[in-house]
């Protein structure tokens, strides 16, 4: 079962990496999914409503950091090219979202040395949960978003 489970996480990061090469529309749908139901999961397992369906490990934290990644960065560029108030909110969203999961990583590595203080873990879940359910809400209705 363990392998299984390997194998299922090793081919959902060369499909994470490789949804890079495809159009917006298709990419920003595949990662704002990912990073949707990854923090939706995480969040009800936090408050003990479900049980967590996967088990978490080492592997699964550098896909997502590799989503959480391509996702903030989608949000700052097209918030950048959406220049409205939605454009805005994506700035924000994206750039928190890069700064949450970013930052505490080159912290721990020792390549920046910013005292950061600590902050509960169900803040990037729900930072997650927000910014997966903002980029399919994007995509779904700002045409530079998927174009």
């Not at 949804?19 to 990073?35: A, E, M, Q, T, V």
């Not at 139901?37 to 490990?57: C, D, I, K, M, N």
């Not at 994206?94 to 169900?122: A, D, F, H, K, Q």
Request: charge should be positive; include cysteine; hydrophobic fraction near 60%.
């Amino acid at each position: 079962m363990i392998v299984l489970v390997d194998m299922l996480y090793v081919a959902l990061a060369i499909i994470i990496i490789l949804s890079n090469r495809l159009k917006k529309l298709w990419k920003h749908i595949l990662h704002g999914s990912f990073l949707f139901f990854y923090g939706l999961f995480h969040v009800l397992a936090y408050f003990s409503v479900y049980p967590l369906p996967f088990q978490e490990r080492i592997f699964l934290i550098y896909i997502v950091a590799i989503a959480v990644i391509s996702v903030g960065a989608s949000l700052v560029i097209e918030g950048f090219r959406s220049r409205d108030k939605f454009g805005i909110s994506a700035i924000v969203i994206g750039c928190l979202l890069l700064i949450l999961s970013v930052l505490p990583t080159l912290n721990r590595m020792e390549i920046v040395s910013v005292p950061l203080p600590e902050y509960p873990v169900i803040i990037a879940y729900v930072g997650y949960l927000l910014a997966g359910f903002f980029l399919l809400i994007a995509t779904a209705l700002i045409p530079t978003f998927r174009d």
